[in-house]
């Protein structure tokens, strides 16, 4: 079946701006995940979603940054005034029941420049 | 608090030679998880393996294999008679039974594989 889908794949967008990125996680995955890729570094958690409970924000580096979830489906992670240092690779991951067992699988990432 | 460790930033091999990549964890729970990761130059990530604590067992598959060793906090995967397409970034995670279930990456160890 169909992986985990991001769009748009790259973004550019200028210092200031508001930014959203979408993910389509895996039909019956009830776990969504973002993380964040960043130059030289590994992926930073950002924000997790299980089915509709409230969900784990923890990782979120700032006020800036926000994500929904709509229908335990597809996720939308937006950016507000964004700036340099949030450019980053930004990935989208989901899996089946979201327990610590469960696999993470993960789509193609979106990539944001800042200018 | 949980943490990996890849203190191999770079290897490069010539084709055909085998590679080991090193991963160091920790964690204060005596229940957890350890995935592999590889991330080709497409970005998108993707899932080798996983391993639960309580199965120290080494795996084989393939040309791959994992070295799992609570005693030392390791989980070591080695590519055996590597080859070209093998070049990627190759992370080690880690989850906890206790805590969230985002994972915990390392940084990656970036393996290119020379013809």
């Known amino acids: 079946g169909a992986g985990v889908s991001q769009s748009p794949s790259n973004k550019v967008t200028e210092k200031g701006k508001d930014v959203e990125l979408r993910c389509d996680p895996i039909?019956?995955?009830?776990?969504l995940y973002w993380y964040r890729q960043s130059l030289g570094q590994g992926l930073e958690f950002l924000i997790y979603?299980?089915?509709?409970?409230?969900?784990?924000k923890s990782g979120l580096p700032s006020d800036r940054f926000s994500a929904e979830r709509t229908g335990g489906s597809v996720s939308t992670l937006t950016i507000q005034r964004t700036q340099q240092e949030d450019s980053a690779v930004y990935l989208c991951?989901?899996?089946?029941?979201?327990?610590?067992?469960?696999?993470?699988?993960f789509g193609p990432g979106t990539r944001l420049t800042v200018l | 608090a949980q943490k990996v460790t890849q203190a191999q930033t770079e290897i490069s091999v010539v084709e055909k030679e085998d590679v080991t990549l090193d991963c160091v964890y920790e964690?204060?729970?005596?229940?957890?998880?350890l995935f592999w990761y590889k991330q080709p130059p497409s970005g998108e990530l993707v899932f080798l393996i996983r391993?639960?604590?309580?199965?120290?067992q080494n795996e084989i598959s393939g040309r791959y294999s994992w070295n799992f060793q609570k005693s030392t906090s390791s989980f070591n995967f080695t590519i055996t008679a590597s080859q070209v397409v093998d070049s990627a970034v190759y992370f080690c995670?880690?989850?906890?039974?206790?805590?969230?279930?985002?994972?915990?990456f390392g940084k990656g160890t970036r393996l290119s594989v020379i013809a």
């Open positions: 979603f299980q089915g509709n409970s409230a969900p784990d």
């Open positions: 039909s019956g995955h009830t776990a």
């Open positions: 964690t204060r729970d005596t229940t957890y998880y």
């Open positions: 991951a989901s899996s089946p029941g979201g327990g610590p067992t469960d696999t993470q699988y």
């Open positions: 995670a880690l989850s906890e039974d206790s805590g969230n279930t985002p994972l915990v």
């Open positions: 391993r639960n604590s309580f199965d120290e």
